[in-house]
Structures are given as C-alpha cells and as structure tokens.
C-alpha cells in the first residue's frame, strides 16, 4: 500500500459538491459551504462548469452528476483548503440541499495534492 493510500485510510478529508441554481457549491465536515463556481445546465443537458477560482472548468457533460464527477477528478485538497478559508460561508437557509444534485468525496491529509477520490454513494442527477 503507498503512502498516500495509508494518509488517506489515516486521516481522510469528506466533503460533499453539489450544484443548484447554477452554481457549485462544497460543503466540508463541519457543515460549512462555499461557493466555488457555476454549473449551468437546463436539466436536459450539456452540462459544463467554471471555477471562480484558478480557471477550472470542463464541457460536454450528458448530467450534473457526470459534471460534478469530472470535477472531483481535478479538484485536491490543497485547492478546496484555501477556498474555505478565503470565501465566505453560504448561508443554509437559502439552499435547498436536498434537491440538489450531490457527489460525495475524500481526500487525504492535508497538504495533499492528489485528486478527490468520490465515494460511490453519489446522489442520482436530478434534472
């Protein structure tokens, strides 16, 4: 097993994307959420997103879901560390969690630079 595998399994970092009305949010372990970008999308497709931060973004995607999941592929710890602590928190009360399209996923310790890993309980894309 590498080292990374054992930090991992060792100290691992959840969080959850989702997307809403557009944009993309993370919401980490202490339930705080931040928005990172915009995930436009008429619920039929294609799908594309951009970061607000750092010039991220992906197109062509048939779901929100395999949006989000290109997204985790490209997103590390280290990214997602210094966006909470430089944005503001969003406000729960405004978001409808629920209804929203989620991808759950864990990184290792941090000072990880290594790709989210998603976890395979992801939500279904709603439209």
């Known amino acids: 097993m590498g080292d990374s595998t054992r930090a991992r399994r060792a100290n691992p970092q959840n969080f959850t994307l989702f997307t809403m ?3 993309l949010y993370v ?3 202490k339930q705080k959420v931040i928005d990172i970008g ?3 999308g008429s619920g039929k497709g294609p799908y594309s ?3 607000d931060v750092g010039g991220m973004s992906g197109e062509g995607f048939e779901s929100a879901d395999a949006a989000l999941r290109d997204l985790a592929s490209q997103l590390t710890f280290i990214y997602l560390d210094g966006q909470f602590t430089s ?3 969003e406000h729960m009360s405004d978001l409808d969690i629920d209804g929203a399209t989620q991808l759950d996923v864990v ?3 941090a000072g990880n630079a290594e790709p989210l890993v998603v976890h395979e309980t992801a939500s279904p894309a709603r439209p």
């Open 107 to 109: 990184c290792g310790h």
């Open 27 to 29: 919401r980490n372990v």
């Open 21 to 23: 009305r557009g944009r």
């Open 38 to 40: 915009e995930l436009p």
């Open 49 to 51: 997103y951009r970061l």
């Open 87 to 89: 944005l503001p928190e």
